[in-house]
């Protein structure tokens, strides 16, 4: 059996389905009930546009076994034009032009495989834009 | 009326010269280059696959289509590359793009011709009134055997279209199809690479089916090579679909704007569908299109093709195709095109 979790998290992984907090218009990704801003518990669904700038980056040398191929490799958080951060790597680069208020387009990618026979696992990374 | 509302493509940013591969195997770069007018050709990366190329060419389409994902009735993959044995390529793209759970999905696989035939079967559906928009994609990121011919062209690369009968960017006029059983070239399961009958295979296989299926389908519309604007046939390497378009009597100007193999590579089922995409980048109103596709086992799919106002005006929404072959790109050395293709065996 796959993971359970990669399967409850499609529609953020695959759709970036976050929500908007009614109350005071804080963006949570992935989707949360309660909002950490204010406290309201009413939210409006939204998709999150493709494209953000690079606020950190790191760039990873020794990676876990499943990104062995793929070392060393830019890890970056990236915020959305609606405000969402999140966690992705960023490919098709140099890792080292990688850094804070780079512009890049969040393309659907193979994040990793589960093992030699197992599932993939899909989701977004981040391209420089340009 | 129907036919294409929103078309889209997608070709990955790694690219290995045809000289990279013939220094590693000892061979004459020039006669590639000169011989099969190769210069070079797309590498997918570590984490891409033709589900990737697919979404990818998808979300330009659906930018294109400016159209509710929901009402897209059939969805149709075609690739000899989908990344599982068992489990369809088409219902994790589905998923990605908001189209569904009602929706028809399959995964398409004739060689080289699993794209045209996923845009037969879509434009039909539309066609037929049984669905209201369906998605044909082709996508592949082929393999060659090291050191055989098939590794200057295979490459991944892929385009997608959406059909509908409303507001449509390029009118289908005709189709046309053509098979018959002709074992030019196969893979068994269980097999990484394929195998082909090697240089004899051409006229059988390429060109029978090829030239056949486009005199039909201008006998069946009565049109000439001089009433097209452009053409476009798959692409195995720079020379063949140059010669087919001359026996027909088309000239190297209607045949250039889909010619993308030089710099692409062969994308299997996303060639001639991505040479399509890249007439429709340029064409303009009322512009005549023919398009054939030729997928080893054998068989070719032919569409006439007419482009309508609505064209230039969504075409901006998303990137061209020559844009991606001529924008961003890493150049590979073999050594590192070894480590993407997964050629290099390490320890777990
Ligand atoms: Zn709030």
């Known amino acids: 059996m796959p993971s359970p979790r990669y399967w409850r998290e499609i529609p953020s992984r695959y759709r970036l389905e976050a929500s908007r907090c009614c109350g005071c218009g804080k963006v949570a990704y992935p989707a949360r009930k309660v909002c950490p801003a204010c406290g309201a518990d009413d939210w409006k669904q939204i998709q999150l546009s493709r494209h953000g700038r690079v606020v950190t980056s790191t760039v990873i040398h020794v990676p876990p076994d499943d990104f062995l191929m793929e070392a060393p490799y830019a890890v970056a958080v990236v915020e959305t034009s609606e405000g969402a951060r999140l966690m992705v790597q960023v490919v098709d680069c140099e890792p080292a032009e990688v850094v804070p208020g780079t512009e890049v387009n969040l393309e659907f990618r193979l994040i990793r495989r589960e093992g030699h026979g197992g599932i993939l696992c899909y989701g977004y990374k981040g391209v420089p834009a340009g | ?348």
């Open chain 2, 1 to 348: 009326m129907s036919g294409i509302v929103g078309y889209g493509a997608f070709v990955p940013r790694n690219r290995i010269k045809s000289e990279e591969i013939a220094r590693q195997w000892g061979k004459d770069p020039e006669t590639i280059r000169r011989g099969l007018l190769l210069e070079e050709k797309s590498v997918p990366g570590i984490d891409e696959d033709t589900i990737t190329i697919s979404v990818a060419a998808a979300q330009a389409a659906l930018e294109r289509a400016g159209i509710d994902p929901k009402r897209i009735g059939a969805v149709y993959i075609g690739s000899e590359s989908h990344p599982y044995a068992v489990k369809p390529s088409g219902t994790i793209l589905v998923d990605v793009l908001g189209i569904g759970p009602e929706v028809h999905v399959a995964d398409f696989e004739f060689a080289c011709k699993a794209g045209t035939e996923a845009m037969f079967v879509a434009f039909g559906l539309v066609e037929s009134g049984r669905v209201e928009y369906a998605l044909g994609i082709g996508a592949d990121t082929s393999q060659g055997a090291p050191n055989d011919a098939l590794e200057f062209s295979a490459s991944a690369g892929g385009a997608a279209f959406i059909f509908g009968r409303k507001n449509v960017l390029a009118e289908v006029v005709e189709t046309y199809s053509y098979t018959s059983d002709t074992p030019d070239f196969w893979r068994r399961e269980g097999e990484f690479y394929p195998r082909h009958g090697g240089r004899f295979t051409g006229e059988p296989a390429y060109f029978k089916h090829v030239l056949s299926a486009s005199r039909a389908i201008l006998d069946k519309t009565g049109l000439k090579p001089k009433d097209f604007r452009f053409a476009v046939f798959h692409m195995p390497n720079g020379k063949f679909p140059l010669s087919a378009g001359k026996t027909l009597g088309f000239s190297k100007e209607q045949l250039e704007t889909g010619w993308v193999v030089p710099t692409m590579g062969n994308t299997y089922s996303g060639s001639s569908p991505t040479g399509l995409a890249a007439i429709l980048d340029v064409a303009d109103p009322d512009d005549l299109i023919l398009i054939t596709s030729f997928g080893s086992g054998a068989g070719s799919d032919s569409f006439v093709l007419k482009a309508t106002e609505e064209l230039p005006r969504r075409r901006p929404r998303a990137p061209t195709v020559r844009s991606m072959l001529e924008g961003r790109r890493r150049y590979l050395t073999y050594g590192e095109y070894s480590k993407y293709r997964e050629k290099i065996i390490v320890n777990q």
